[in-house]
């Protein structure tokens, strides 16, 4: 069974950061895309950035504009998502999962259960 389990979502006040993490569990992590997305109630789900098994294969959404960073620890199954400068328009639950396939758009086998983050003062 696979598992992706989200953590380190809270209450943070605009401009200020917070590191989300991911463990999964079940699937042969190296394999695979590990992406970021975010949903808030009663819009779209949307991308936030992904990530391949090489450190070199990174991509963004444009709204992250070099606040957002992806890393992944395929020592430990891991991922992260360091989130600097947050505006309260980031507020949304943050949700990690896992492709086989590579990019943003490209359909995601796996999800996790998702961590709120609350952008407010």
Known sequence: QVN???SGGG????GGSLRLSCTASGLNFDAHTIGWFRQVPGKEREAVACMSNSPDSI???DFTKGRF???RDNANNATNLQMN????EDTATYYC???L????????HYWGQGTRV????
């Open 59 to 61: 991509l963004y959404a």
């Open 11 to 14: 209450l943070v006040e605009p």
């Open 97 to 99: 999962a896992a492709s």
């Open 69 to 71: 960073t992806i890393s």
């Open 4 to 6: 992706l389990v989200e």
């Open 85 to 88: 400068n947050l505006e309260p």
């Open 101 to 108: 396939w590579w990019g943003l758009s490209v359909p995601y």
């Open 118 to 121: 609350t952008v407010s003062s």
